[in-house]
């Protein structure tokens, strides 16, 4: 088996030229990712969980900001696992997750829960309608061809249409509000989980915000978490996009003359209704309601 140790690079080209069948080499590498987030999740101080499309990289933005305020590191140097923490240890290691690949090294019925048991674990969610459409434009432009194979997306260059996107099992609203359940069910077993939505930090930001960094174990000053929110409103994040002022491949569009393809791309609750007729919407959120945990509290249609 290829030792954990290698870089990642040199492990996808060692499955290239291993001489097996294609679906032997995708399983071998979902495993090999599995294994790799286990071993980080061991490490980490902390983890944030979420699906594709959550606001996961602006949560990440709002921490980084937080800590390079805090600590007087260089802006450009985005929050990544321990990256921060080497530079400085009152910095936690916080593993950033969508928990695709752990199950395939753990089980479908493995230890799971017991490598989020003993730390802060923080799970956020979002109107799985809204985030089945930006992942049908993040898989029409920014993801690569291999990982739309190994994430059991539809293979690049497909011809399907937003519409049959969200509605694939593999991928979208099906996919999604499963991912969501699970973790509802999971919640007694994880004492330090907090659950925080997209749209309550959207909504007031500052508030929410605190207690992301509360649940971290920080005790956050007002004029912290207002220059933090300052500084990572989403125009401005678009701005920096556009003017190819971020250094991190995370905040770089993927073409420059294509709105959709940003990564700040709109940020706007309930913006799913745009992009289907009455007929489609109403498809969509009768799936949502009868399939989603009511917990999360996406009523349909959302208000």
């Not at 061991?42 to 800590?67: H, N």
């Not at 508030?207 to 989403?234: C, H, I, N, S, W």
Request: glycine share 4%; hydrophobic share 35%; charged share 30%.
């Amino acid at each position: 088996m290829l030792p954990l140790a290698l870089p990642k690079f040199i492990r996808k080209k060692a499955l290239q030229y291993t001489p097996l069948p294609l679906q032997s080499k995708i399983s071998i590498e979902r495993w090999l990712r599995g294994r790799e987030e286990c071993y980080r999740l061991g490490k980490a101080d902390a983890v944030v969980v979420s699906y594709e499309k959550c606001g996961r990289t602006w949560l990440r933005v709002m921490l980084s900001r937080f800590y390079q305020r805090r600590y007087g590191l260089a802006e450009s140097r985005l929050l990544n696992y321990d990256n921060l923490h080497r530079l400085r240890p009152e910095v936690p290691a916080i593993l950033f997750t969508h928990d695709r690949y752990l199950r395939h090294y753990t089980g479908p019925d493995g230890p799971e829960q017991s490598v989020f048991r003993d730390k802060p674990v923080i799970l956020l969610v979002r109107d799985p309608r809204d985030v089945a459409v930006s992942l049908y434009f993040h898989w029409l432009h920014r993801v690569k061809p291999h990982n739309k194979m190994l994430d059991n997306m539809p293979p690049h260059g497909s011809e399907i249409s937003m519409y049959e996107f969200v509605l694939n099992p593999d991928s979208g609203l099906p996919a999604i509000m499963a991912f969501m359940n699970r973790w509802r069910a999971q919640a007694t077993n994880i004492p330090q989980l907090a659950l925080y939505r997209y749209e309550d930090l959207r909504t007031d930001t500052e508030k929410y915000l605190e207690q992301v960094l509360r649940t971290l174990g920080e005790t956050p000053a007002a004029d912290e978490v207002a220059e933090v929110v300052a500084y990572t409103e989403f125009e401005k994040m678009k701005q920096r996009e556009m003017n190819g002022e971020n250094s991190d491949s995370r905040l770089v569009a993927a073409d420059i003359n294509n709105p959709d393809s940003f990564k700040a791309r709109r940020a706007k609750v309930g913006g799913y209704r745009d992009y289907f007729d009455p007929g489609q919407i109403e498809t969509i959120d009768r799936l949502v309601t009868a399939q989603l945990d009511p917990a999360f509290a996406y009523r349909s249609p959302p208000v």
